[in-house]
């Protein structure tokens, strides 16, 4: 098992060569690799390289991946202490991260408020809107839906491509996998239980009467509770903190992607790109696992 960094490139096919990429960040960065076996992936070209450079030169490819990293492309820069990682703990955002929608804006399309709702949601994740606010904003615009909404959107929500490989991947590696969301728990239960996740913290939309109520139960989850559900998670399956994963899309997650070993944005908005190890520009959740050697 390597205990050197791990540069790993993924790109759609007719995309610019991976290899010319990787040489021209290596080189700018001043970094000494070595190609090591590409983890192979349906429909993406993929390379990886050891990296033999003082945490310095990281710092600087980093930076870098997170600048050029394209739509086409995805970069991870894979930290040495979770290669050698017997037992890890993946903590994923959900909207727009585990699943391709943002649950908040189909449950809003029942209202007919959904560009209004849609347009709180994208500033809520650039960081604009105080997050609890924004929620609380948007889910009065969903007051007095039926609660039936709530399993006819469940059934909607899509994973992200490659989703159900990386938990496949982890679980087979005996590793562990939650999913933490500033959207709601009586959405996430029934896909956390269908992906067969280990844990799972969401908000409690009120319901009444058969209608939601417009608010929210109890505590918000927001960017400090999902880094607090990390913290919680990793106690519960005696897992250290460096060996952890997050991935996450929006602004909400910056104190779970901050305290993570091992931080990946899935077309990360820019309050996250400073915290990024790994930016998928190609939305395929199983280069996280090819990255980590898992597959
Ligand atoms: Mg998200």
Same mark, same amino acid.
């Given at each position: ?8 490139l #993924?790109?759609a ?6 290899d ?8 700018a960065c001043?970094?000494?690799?070595? =190609?090591?076996?590409? =983890? ?5 070209? %993929?390379?990886?390289? &050891?990296?033999?450079a =003082?945490e310095?030169a990281l710092s ?7 600048? &050029?990293?394209?739509e086409?492309?995805?970069a991870?820069?894979?930290p040495?202490a979770m ?13 727009s991260?585990?699943? +391709?929608?943002?649950v908040?804006?189909l ?10 709702v849609?347009?709180?949601? &994208? ?7 105080d #997050?609890?606010a924004? $929620? ?11 609660v ?13 491509? @490659?989703?159900?490989?990386l938990?496949?991947?982890a679980h087979a590696?005996?590793?562990?996998? @939650?999913a933490v969301?500033? %959207? #709601?728990? +009586?959405? $996430? ?6 992906l067969?996740?280990d844990?799972? +913290?969401?908000?409690?939309? %009120?319901?009444?009467d *058969? ?7 109890g =505590? ?10 990390l913290r ?5 399956d ?5 060996h ?8 909400? !997650? $910056?104190?779970?992607?901050t305290?993570?070993?091992?931080a990946? *944005? ?5 309050a996250l790109r400073?915290?990024? !190890?790994?930016?998928?520009?190609v939305?395929r959740? !199983? ?9």
């Open positions: 098992m390597s205990t050197l960094p791990r540069l790993s #993924f790109a096919p007719g995309s610019s060569a991976v010319r990429r990787a040489a021209d960040w290596l080189s001043g970094i000494d690799a070595r =190609p090591v076996q590409a =983890p192979a992936l349906e429909g993406l070209q %993929g390379g990886s390289w &050891e990296l033999d =003082p310095s600087a490819l980093r930076a870098l991946l997170q600048e &050029e990293t394209t086409d492309l995805s991870l820069l894979t040495a290669l050698g990682s017997r037992r890890t703990l993946v903590v994923t955002d959900v909207d991260t585990l699943i +391709q929608e943002e908040i804006e449950l809003a399309a029942h209202a007919g408020r959904e560009a209004e849609a347009a709180v949601t &994208e500033r809520a994740m650039r960081g604009e809107l #997050f609890a924004s $929620l609380h904003h948007r889910v009065q615009a969903l007051k007095g839906l039926p039936r909404v709530i399993a006819e959107v469940a059934e909607q929500v899509t994973p992200m491509p @490659g989703a159900l490989d938990i496949a991947a590696n005996g590793h562990r996998v @939650g969301s500033g %959207g #709601f728990i +009586q959405v $996430l239960e029934p896909l956390a239980q269908a067969g996740l844990h799972a +913290q969401a908000n409690e939309l %009120g319901v009444r *058969g209608v939601l109520t417009g608010t929210v139960e =505590p918000v989850v927001d960017r400090a509770a999902k880094a607090a559900a919680r998670w990793c106690a519960a005696d897992i250290k903190a460096t952890t994963v997050a991935l996450g899309d929006g602004a909400n !997650d $910056l104190d779970l992607l305290i993570a070993g091992y990946v *944005g899935v077309r990360p908005k820019p400073n915290a990024c !190890d790994g930016v998928l520009g939305r959740l !199983d280069t996280v696992s090819a990255a980590l050697g898992w597959s």
